[in-house]
């Protein structure tokens, strides 16, 4: 048994310090990271809750509870940022990648220490796999607010649209993970192509800045 606020604690406390050296955008994507680290406490915390009240497995309570409350955790810290700073599109996609890669490396860091490194292509397919799927929705998530900005339909309905999408996809990727065989490999390979696609539409949009 481990405790997940000790490791938060490990984790968070040197990057805290570090701040004090740091300016622009490398506070801002240190910053993220640690709200990312916080934001998947507390979906584990609401997550585990749900699933003793509903009475649900683990395999069902993965594809049915955590994709939504897992993507409305790390949608949190992004629209308070969004709407309290008014972020340029590029400090939004930093402060993006920050809070999906501060969860996933979270999440794996507690996940290994539960259940054992078992092998090196396990943590190689946990790393860049779990981990990439996190980073990829809120990547995508910032593309999708960026684009409601920009056609100015940046309403309650749109808002809640591109997070469904965030919350579709993760739930696709752990269904898909969860049956053995073949469509577990589609599921591996689902984040780390949607990745690339996505890396080259940033290129653009990093160059549009």
Do not use: W
Not at 68 to 92: R, S, V
């Amino acid at each position: 048994m481990i405790y997940a606020e000790n490791v938060l604690i490990c984790i968070a406390v040197p990057l805290t310090i570090a701040l004090m050296f740091l300016r622009g955008s490398n506070r801002r994507l240190i910053l993220s990271f640690i709200a990312g680290m916080g934001a998947c406490l507390i979906a584990a915390y609401i997550v585990g809750f749900l699933m003793q009240a509903s009475g649900m497995n683990s395999e069902d309570t993965s594809i049915f509870l955590s994709p939504i409350m897992e993507e409305i955790m790390k949608f949190l810290p992004i629209m308070f940022y969004l709407m309290l700073f008014e972020p340029g599109d590029t400090e939004l996609l930093q402060a993006a990648v920050g809070i999906g890669a501060g969860f996933a490396t979270f999440e794996n860091c507690c996940y290994i220490l539960s259940n054992g490194a078992k092998s090196l292509p396990y943590v190689l397919i946990r790393g860049s796999v779990v981990g990439v799927m996190h980073l990829v929705t809120m990547v995508a998530l910032a593309f999708g607010l960026h684009l409601l900005k920009r056609y100015k339909v940046f309403t309650i309905s749109g808002i809640i649209g591109a997070l469904s999408l965030a919350m579709t996809f993760h739930a696709i990727y752990n269904l898909l993970v969860s049956e053995p065989g073949f469509p577990t490999y589609v599921g591996y390979a689902l984040p780390l192509l949607t990745a690339l696609h996505l890396y080259s539409k940033t290129k653009k949009y990093l160059v549009k800045e």
